[in-house]
């Protein structure tokens, strides 16, 4: 029966000098995994000062720009499914933010209007951009760079899931 024996002194990785396609910190996928993750991580404690989680800060964030709005309109802004915005609305219902009524027009929509709470709500949430901003010790300069990078990225990865 042959040995088998291993060259440990031979690097694993490709050659000195060459880039490594597969480095873990030069996939964009991680980059933006990890940053979405810690920017949240920020707005946790200032959101939950206002008794919101970031998704529900994210239907208000909704709301607060357009009221009433259906269920299948806030899941379309927010980019989520049916199933994960109808929890989400009812959650903010129970905190008394917000109301589901059918429309009269079409017992087939559910319409969500923000509560007098949900309005004076809007309120304390002025300062949770700034507040987040200080802690991430970004300018609005920063800010809208990021978001003018990350918008036609979003629009392009769209592009990219819709052509298979």
């Not at 024996?5 to 873990?24: I, Y």
Request: hydrophobic share 45%; aromatic share 2%.
């Amino acid at each position: 029966m042959a040995s088998t024996t291993v060259d440990t002194s031979a690097p694993s990785g490709p050659p000195e000098g060459a880039t490594n396609p597969l480095a873990l910190e030069r996939q964009v996928c991680f980059a933006l995994a990890v940053a979405s993750r810690s920017v949240i991580g920020v707005y946790r404690p200032v959101l939950e000062r206002l008794g919101l989680t970031h998704p529900q800060y994210l239907v208000m964030l909704a709301l607060w720009e357009q009221s009433p709005l259906s269920v299948t309109d806030v899941g379309r802004l927010l980019q989520l499914d049916l199933a994960t915005a109808s929890p989400l609305i009812k959650r903010l219902e129970g905190l008394g933010l917000v109301d589901r009524r059918r429309d009269p027009a079409d017992e087939r929509t559910l319409r969500v209007t923000l509560t007098d709470a949900g309005r004076a709500l809007r309120e304390e949430a002025l300062s949770v951009p700034v507040t987040v901003m200080e802690r991430l010790d970004l300018t609005l300069e920063d800010v809208q760079a990021l978001h003018a990078a990350l918008i036609p990225l979003i629009a392009k990865s769209r592009a990219a899931s819709a052509a298979g």
